[in-house]
């Protein structure tokens, strides 16, 4: 199906565009009334997730509502972990839980190689309903995370300020480690695969916890496993987010992706130098901009791209909207980027 804005598609490409194209990671949820009425009637998170007609929903409210220039599927990148065997629980003000870890061989038996028809096909389904649903109006980007973030929540069972059990196992077993981030590649590669076979028009991989490692442990544990998604998802572009990963920026200009996603503390400038003119970046506004005034809001805005240029950027947070976000700083934003970016570019 032709897409009526292919604005994303373009800049991750590389080609040129009529403005830059803007959405917002985590832009499908508690921020909007319209989500929290879906999820009211819910018993949790999870069902939500597992839900394909709900899930679809939800994905197209920003699209709708914000006027975003691309839908993200709604899901968590911990359906992974999940389809090869470890159940997670979503708690409420706690955040994720994982009732048994990935601390053993032993362990490690009780684990598969998933199989995304069987394991994640509500994601899949969902994927395809939104598609038909949003009819060519934007891309859908479809996600997930990287191998790495993935084996920390599987082994520390939770969210945390250090990842200390999972850090630990680097040095006390990292056979043990690499095992592990071999099954979750396997796993994540096969399930990325099927979501551009269902329909997603670009792949994000998020590596949500890249900065709490040091260089040569994100240099052994990360970073291959990574390139080795990028090299077999060709079909469509492919950004890779690492948030606080400003060590590994030149790493990231050899992978084999279209786009690499900078966070709030990456300078721009010398992210561009680092990654070189050949790749996309996408990013970087800090969060917390928006809990500031619609002039403030508009000022950072514009600061934000004549830093980043015309070209080869698509604009967006440096990490996902904060849930307590009113609605209509963001509008401001997306808007702000479109307004702006359309005087530049046709001045350009």
């Excluded at 997670?88 to 870890?101: A, L, N």
Aim: hydrophobic share 40%.
């Amino acid at each position: 199906m032709q897409l009526k804005n292919d604005l994303l598609l373009r800049a991750a490409k590389g080609d040129a565009v009529e403005r830059t194209p803007v959405w917002l990671m985590r832009q499908a949820g508690r921020i909007l009334p319209e989500y929290r009425a879906v999820r009211a009637s819910l018993s949790g998170f999870k069902e939500l997730v597992e839900t394909p007609e709900l899930a679809a929903e939800v994905t197209i409210q920003p699209v709708d509502i914000l006027d975003v220039d691309a839908a993200i599927i709604f899901s968590d990148i911990l359906v992974v972990p999940e389809a090869m065997g470890l159940v997670y629980e979503m708690q409420e003000k706690r955040g994720p839980w994982f009732p048994s870890t990935i601390r053993t061989e032993n362990d490690l038996r009780k684990l598969r190689v998933a199989d995304p028809q069987e394991h994640l096909g509500y994601v899949l389904e969902a994927i395809k309903i939104t598609k038909r649903a949003l009819n060519g109006r934007v891309p859908l980007i479809g996600f997930a995370g990287a191998p790495w973030t993935i084996l920390a929540y599987m082994v520390e069972g939770s969210g945390s300020k250090t990842f200390s059990a999972a850090r630990g196992m680097l040095y006390t077993n990292p056979k043990l480690a690499h095992q592990l981030l071999r099954m979750i590649t396997d796993t994540t590669i096969a399930y990325l695969k099927a979501q551009v076979k269902a329909g997603a028009n670009l792949i994000q991989i998020f590596d949500s916890w890249a900065g709490i490692l040091p260089p040569a442990h994100y240099r052994a544990f990360s970073l291959p496993y990574i390139s080795e998604i990028c090299d077999a998802i060709r079909d469509v572009p492919v950004t890779v987010f690492a948030k606080g990963a400003f060590f590994a920026l030149e790493d990231f200009s050899r992978l084999n992706c279209e786009t690499i996603g900078l966070d709030w503390n990456m300078d721009i400038r010398t992210s561009r130098k680092q990654v070189g003119p050949n790749k996309t970046l996408q990013g970087n506004m800090d969060p917390c901009l928006l809990y500031s005034s619609f002039e403030t809001i508009q000022q950072e805005t514009i600061n934000m791209l004549k830093e980043f240029g015309p070209q080869r950027h698509i604009a967006n947070l440096g990490h996902g909207v904060y849930p307590d976000t009113d609605p209509e700083k963001v509008k401001c934003f997306v808007q702000t980027v479109k307004e702006y970016s359309s005087i530049v570019n046709k001045e350009g």
